[in-house]
C-alpha cells in the first residue's frame, strides 16, 4: 500500500509557485459562484481536481504540488493547512508526484479474488518494479494499491486517468499497459468484450424478446363492489 507515514515528504519535488491559468481562474470562480456567500470552502474538492488537471496539463502528471494548494487556500480564504487536510483525505487526491500514466489497482476482496495480484504484478512490472508511491525512471508509470473503486462487478478493475479497466487478467493488464505505452487511448470498460456489467456468459434472463402485452380494458380497476 502507499506509504502515508510521513507527511511531509508528500510535497516534495513540486514548483516553487503555481497559479491557475485565466481559463482555469474564470473556471473556478464559476465553481465558487455556485456556493452561498460565507460557504466558498465548499468549493475546495473541485478547485483542487482543477488544480491537479491543470498540473497534468503543464507537466504530464495529474498531481497536487504544495504550491497548487496553497493557491487554492488562497483563492478561498482557508488556512492551508484546511486545504492539505482535506487533500490527504480524499485518495483521489494526488500530494506527491505520480507518473503520466498513475495505474491504481484495486485490490480489494472481489478484485483479489477475481486475480488482481496477476494485474498488479503486470502493473509493477511495467514501473520497473519502483516502490509504490514512487515514478518509473522513464516518469510513464506508477503504482498504487487501492481500496475497492465500485465496480466490483467487473472485478478486477484497474484505474487510469479518467478511465476504468475492468474484467481484467494479467495479459489483458499488460496489452492495456502497452498500448498506453505507445501513446494510444484504450477502450475503457470490460475487456472481455461483455456489454458493461451484463452477466458475463451473456444474457440468463429475458433471453428472447417478450411478446407485446395485449391491451386488456377489462383488467383496468375494477368497478367497486356494491355496498362498499
Ligand atoms: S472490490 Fe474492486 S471494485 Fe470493488
Redesign the pocket.
Known amino acids: 500500500m502507499t506509504d502515508r507515514s510521513s507527511p511531509a515528504s508528500a510535497y516534495d519535488g513540486g514548483p516553487e509557485s503555481f497559479a491557475f491559468t485565466e481559463a482555469n481562474r474564470k473556471y473556478a470562480e464559476k465553481q465558487i459562484a455556485k456556493y452561498p456567500e460565507g460557504k466558498q470552502a465548499s468549493a475546495v474538492k473541485g478547485l483542487l481536481d482543477l488544480a491537479m488537471r491543470q498540473m497534468e496539463a503543464e507537466t504530464g502528471a495529474r498531481w497536487l504540488p504544495r504550491a497548487a494548494m496553497d493557491h487554492v487556500a488562497g483563492i478561498l480564504g482557508m488556512a492551508p493547512i484546511r486545504v492539505y487536510e482535506v487533500a490527504s483525505f480524499y485518495t483521489m487526491f494526488k500530494t506527491r508526484p505520480v507518473g503520466r500514466h498513475h495505474l491504481q489497482v484495486?485490490t480489494?476482496?472481489?478484485?483479489w479474488l477475481r486475480g488482481s495480484d496477476a494485474v498488479l504484478h503486470a502493473c509493477r512490472l511495467a514501473a520497473g518494479n519502483v516502490p509504490d508511491g514512487t515514478v518509473s525512471a522513464d516518469g510513464l508509470f506508477s503504482v498504487e494499491e487501492v481500496e475497492?473503486?465500485?465496480?466490483?462487478v467487473n472485478?478486477?478493475?484497474l484505474w487510469v486517468g479518467d478511465h476504468f479497466y475492468e474484467d481484467l487478467d494479467g495479459p489483458a493488464a499488460q496489452r492495456l499497459i502497452e498500448a498506453l505505452k505507445r501513446g494510444e487511448h484504450p477502450r475503457h470498460g470490460p475487456q472481455t468484450g461483455r456489454q458493461n456489467a451484463a452477466p458475463a456468459g451473456g444474457p440468463t434472463t429475458l433471453t428472447e424478446v417478450p411478446p407485446p402485452v395485449p391491451y386488456r380494458p377489462e383488467a383496468a380497476t375494477p368497478e367497486p363492489a356494491a355496498g362498499e
Open positions: 484495486c480489494t476482496t472481489p478484485c475497492c473503486l465500485g465496480a466490483c472485478a478486477p478493475v
